[in-house]
């Protein structure tokens, strides 16, 4: 076939969502296209090896430009290219917008974006370990689960948060976001979960539904105001595709602006810089870019630590308010507490561990944009980390919290003395130069 009714471009996180609730329609044509291939590898459904697949065919393999906030480093973007999109590689976290988040976008101009307005698709989608409740719902094709068997340090690191003076917080995704716990995962028996997993896989024999893989979508066909097709590339020719009712472009934060801007529709000085046609002279396309800044402290560990295969790496957690820059919201600063470096961690036993503070709402700006007119081109990714000084207040903050956790029991007992940035950096000078030569996008 060569129209349909819906044409979605990404089967990712999204993506797998809306063929699955579109295809529910037996009279709708629905076509899927992902660049990559069928996610049957086994190292994506072991939890454990997730930092193995950045470097992977499952990955487009982007990375930012040189960024001056970060010591004019390339700081790795990854972005799945596989069925399921990044929800096949990334670390499996179960973690929903805080509620103040949506009503602020409701409170913004957003109607129906409010938290009360999404909490029933959360309820619908969820298959809660724990049971339902007001705020979980249980059923649905999204299996939310506890752990398997976190590591020791993992428990240590909640129990010494909670000395340090955070206090304990059973669920993230509950009443408040504020405290120390463990993160649930996307995990079903032990293994990852991705979308499409749990939205896809089960509806794959439906005969109105079309999956393609290894398309790579090159720009949207339009006629006049509408979107009327994409083409794509199958590695041997282009292939056009139509769409009787809706092209659905859910291809992600990064490749969504990159088709946009290849199909006319951008900043118009940017497009004719390429020799592309403006259909569409929209500036937001590609702008405002933004991404969370995370930076870790590193200990030695007394004892060598093996993960076991459903570990995620980064366990537990801990959510905290800014004591100088809150801004009304239940935290500021997300901490990720990890019982091995992430490359380490994939690998075998590890002799280090770490503490990782990111920004939770950062407010440095940067932007998508095109590096040619070439399809094939990567895009040019610059989320400008680190431009306002906002996120370098927070992330050395971040820091010392982290200090402040480690130094307490039983977390202390487990550790030996810290291999970086070094307890000789105490200064907020010498924190940010550890922050700026350190620090990465968790």
Not at 111 to 122: N, R, S, T
Not at 161 to 173: E, P, T
Not at 174 to 184: K, R
Request: hydrophobic share 40%; charged share 20%; proline share 7%.
């Amino acid at each position: 076939m060569k129209e349909f009714d819906y044409v979605i471009v990404g089967a990712g996180s999204a993506g797998c969502v809306l063929a699955a609730r579109l295809s529910q329609d037996p009279a709708c044509q629905v076509a899927l296209l992902e660049a990559g291939g069928e996610d049957h590898a086994p190292v994506i459904r072991q939890p454990n090896q997730w930092p193995l697949l950045w470097d992977r065919a499952e990955g487009w393999g982007y990375a930012t430009t040189l960024q001056a906030g970060y010591n004019l480093r390339s700081i790795p973007c990854p972005r799945g290219k596989v069925l399921g999109g990044t929800s096949a590689i990334n670390a499996m976290m179960y973690i929903r917008g805080n509620a103040q988040d949506y009503d602020h976008w409701r409170d913004l101009g957003n109607d129906g974006w409010g938290w009360q307005d999404v909490l029933p698709y959360f309820l619908k989608s969820e298959d809660q370990q724990r049971g339902a409740s007001a705020i979980h719902g249980v059923g649905g094709p999204l299996p939310v689960a506890d752990q398997v068997s976190p590591s020791r340090f993992s428990q240590a690191f909640i129990e010494a948060a909670v000395a340090a003076g955070h206090q304990r917080n059973l669920d993230f995704n509950g009443t408040s976001q504020e405290g120390a716990g463990f993160y649930q995962v996307t995990q079903r028996d032990g293994e990852r979960c991705s979308s499409a997993t749990a939205f896809l896989k089960p509806v794959r024999d439906r005969k109105n539904l079309h999956v393609i893989t290894h398309a790579r979508t090159l720009r949207i066909a339009i006629d006049g105001d509408r979107a009327t097709g994409v083409d794509y590339f199958n590695g041997t020719q282009v292939v056009r595709v139509q769409a009787t009712r809706e092209v659905i472009l859910s291809a992600g934060a990064i490749d969504s602006p990159k088709l946009l801007m290849l199909s006319g529709i951008g900043e118009a000085s940017q497009l004719k810089a390429h020799g592309i046609e403006v259909l569409h002279a929209l500036p937001g396309v590609g702008a405002n870019l933004c991404d969370h800044p995370g930076s870790g402290v590193v200990f030695g560990l007394k004892a060598p630590m093996e993960l076991p295969p459903s570990s995620i790496v980064a366990e537990a957690g801990l959510f905290m308010k800014s004591a100088v820059h809150n801004d009304g919201f239940d935290s500021d600063i997300q901490f990720f507490a990890m019982p091995a470096p992430i490359q380490v961690a994939a690998r075998g036993p590890s002799q280090a561990v770490a503490i990782v503070a990111q920004t939770c709402r950062p407010k440095s700006r940067g932007r998508v944009s095109l590096r040619s007119a070439d399809p094939m081109d990567m895009p040019v990714v610059n989320p400008a980390y680190l431009t306002h000084p906002y996120d370098l207040a927070l992330q050395i903050e971040g820091l010392r919290a982290a200090r402040r956790i480690a130094a307490a029991e039983p977390l202390k007992e487990l550790i030996s003395p810290e291999m970086s940035p070094g307890a000789a950096s105490d200064s907020d000078a010498a924190l940010e130069i550890a922050v700026r030569s350190n620090g990465v996008s968790p």
